[in-house]
């Protein structure tokens, strides 16, 4: 089993910066995809960002450009660094890792992040 814990989540106001953190524990196989996810109130959730061990990233056109995802495979902690945000990024956070065939893997319980002035 795998456990996922978020931190940084936070109120902002919008242009603000916030970063994200996700660390990862247990049996950990080392070919991994670990990203993030949001879900806003009566909307299903979407993907982030994602970013595989050896350091491909995929991002959501809607965050391109202000959002940057990383990760530590030493570490097992993933990050999301999100400037420029905008009320529109209000959602709860999650982290994910998945393993190659997976098709959910597993979820970390989230972590708020409200845009508001």
């Known amino acids: 089993q795998v456990q996922l814990v978020e931190s940084g989540g936070g109120l902002v106001q919008p242009g603000g910066s916030l970063r994200l953190s996700c660390a990862a524990s247990?049996?950990?196989?080392?070919?991994?995809?670990m990203g993030w996810y949001r879900q806003a109130p009566g909307r299903q959730r979407e993907l982030v960002a994602t970013?595989?061990?050896?350091?491909?990233?995929n991002y959501a056109d809607s965050v391109k450009g202000r959002f940057t995802v990383s990760r530590d495979n030493a570490k097992n902690t993933v990050h999301l660094q999100m400037n420029s945000l905008k009320p529109e990024d209000t959602a709860l956070y999650y982290c994910?890792?998945?393993?190659?065939?997976?098709?959910?893997?597993?979820w970390g319980q989230g972590t708020q992040v409200t845009i508001s002035s």
């Open positions: 994910n890792l998945r393993y190659p065939g997976q098709s959910q893997g597993y």
């Open positions: 970013i595989t061990r050896s350091g491909s990233t």
């Open positions: 247990g049996s950990i196989f080392s070919v991994n995809t």
